[in-house]
């Protein structure tokens, strides 16, 4: 690991100021800056091998797991389609049943209607025969005294 002095030296893009020296040869800073990162990167490296690991376990236990959830979904696909007919054999029994019922309170109110008409009828039919029995007496009457 370079030293604090070695770091801050890269930031000199010229030497200190004071007479001029003998020119000396450009330091490669690429190299100095790559054999500085060499150390962290190589201690990276195990990480970055550990988080390929869990990514890759990760992926293969969610493929696992969409593919258990693919087959309960078939599974719960075929028992309803075995199922259906069944089910659409009591919905329909259900709908009959219900469909009597209705049938029979429509029916028993027609009966209801009719026996109540039939009661009113034959209370209001001594008043009519009453008032038609009359009616024919007036008409005959009119009859006798005009043939007279």
Same mark, same amino acid.
């Given at each position: 690991? &370079?030293?604090a002095?070695?770091?801050?030296? *890269?930031?000199? &893009?010229?030497? !200190?100021?004071?007479? #001029?020296?003998a020119?000396g040869v450009p330091?490669?800073? *690429?190299?100095?800056?790559?054999?500085?990162?060499? &150390?962290?990167?190589a201690?990276?490296?195990?990480? /970055?091998r550990?988080?390929?690991? +869990?990514? @890759?376990?990760? !992926?293969?236990?969610? /493929? /696992?797991?969409?593919?258990?959830t !693919?087959?309960?979904? @078939?599974? +719960?696909?075929?028992r309803?389609?075995?199922?259906? &007919?069944?089910?659409?054999?009591?919905?329909a029994?259900?709908?009959?049943? @219900?469909?009597? !019922?209705?049938?029979? *309170? +429509?029916?028993?109110?027609?009966?209801?209607? %009719?026996?109540?008409?039939?009661?009113?009828?034959? /209370?209001?039919?001594?008043?009519? %025969?009453?008032?038609? %029995? #009359?009616?024919?007496?007036?008409?005959?009457g009119?009859?006798d005294?005009?043939?007279?």
């Open positions: 690991m &370079p030293s002095r070695d770091l801050l030296e *890269r930031f000199r &893009p010229a030497g !200190t100021p004071g007479a #001029a020296t020119a330091a490669d800073r *690429r190299e100095a800056v790559a054999a500085e990162l060499q &150390p962290v990167f201690a990276l490296a195990e990480t /970055e550990e988080c390929d690991e +869990i990514g @890759h376990a990760a !992926t293969a236990a969610a /493929e /696992e797991r969409a593919a258990g !693919t087959r309960r979904v @078939h599974a +719960i696909l075929d309803a389609r075995a199922e259906a &007919p069944a089910e659409r054999a009591a919905a029994a259900l709908r009959r049943d @219900h469909e009597a !019922t209705d049938l029979d *309170r +429509i029916v028993a109110a027609g009966r209801a209607a %009719v026996a109540t008409e039939t009661r009113r009828a034959g /209370e209001r039919l001594p008043q009519l %025969v009453t008032a038609v %029995v #009359a009616a024919v007496r007036t008409d005959l009119r009859l005294g005009d043939s007279r």
